[in-house]
């Protein structure tokens, strides 16, 4: 079945291959996921991580998952990914942004379901979902939670103030 045992000639460990995928050790150049992500999101996240190189199928359709799981975060329904980014799109989204949800929608689709895109041909695609899922966490996430926290460490005088001119109650 082309099994290989190979032996690194730095660290002198074993590694074994079938065929050109390595299978032990499990080594992946995937990106950390962003600290920001909720655990049970990260969870997804490094699953897809630890399987990428085994199979790249059930790793993009677990980042098509963890896509899902942001968005309910976001506080979008999290039921039906292309709703809920009609829905962002509708209330302003960027165009780039709608393209990485987008992206990894689709390419999540298509590893469980027969489409154009066979990911066991170009696991490259799979491995860029990562970033992008990263991506789309700072933004929705990263980014709020940040400005979050400067905002709300302003004087109460001058958050009043800001409060008084957009017209909101004090």
């Known amino acids: 079945m082309n099994y290989s045992i190979a032996q690194c ?63 309910a975060h976001i506080g979008e329904k999290g039921n039906n990914i292309n709703d809920d980014i009609k829905n962002l799109v509708k209330r302003g ?18 590893a469980v379901h027969p489409g154009q895109i066979d990911l066991n041909d170009n696991p490259e695609i799979a491995r860029a979902l990562f970033g992008l899922l990263n991506v789309i966490c700072h933004y929705f996430i990263t980014q709020p939670k940040k400005i979050a926290e400067i905002y709300g460490a302003l004087p109460e005088k001058d958050l009043n103030n800001i409060a008084k001119r957009d017209g909101a109650p004090t």
Do not use: M
Not at 14 to 33: D, G, H, I, Q, Y
Not at 43 to 52: S, V
Not at 93 to 107: G, H, K, N, T, Y
């Open 9 to 71: 000639t730095h660290c002198k460990d074993l590694s074994f291959w079938k065929r050109e995928k390595l299978l032990f050790p499990n080594v992946s150049t995937v990106e950390e996921a962003n600290p920001d992500l909720p655990d049970d999101i990260k969870a997804d996240y490094n699953e897809a991580k630890d399987i990428l190189n085994t199979s790249p199928r059930s790793s993009a359709a677990l980042l098509r998952l963890a896509l899902q799981k942001i968005l």
């Open 93 to 110: 989204l960027p165009a780039q942004f709608q393209q990485a949800l987008d992206s990894i929608r689709v390419i999540g689709n298509n």
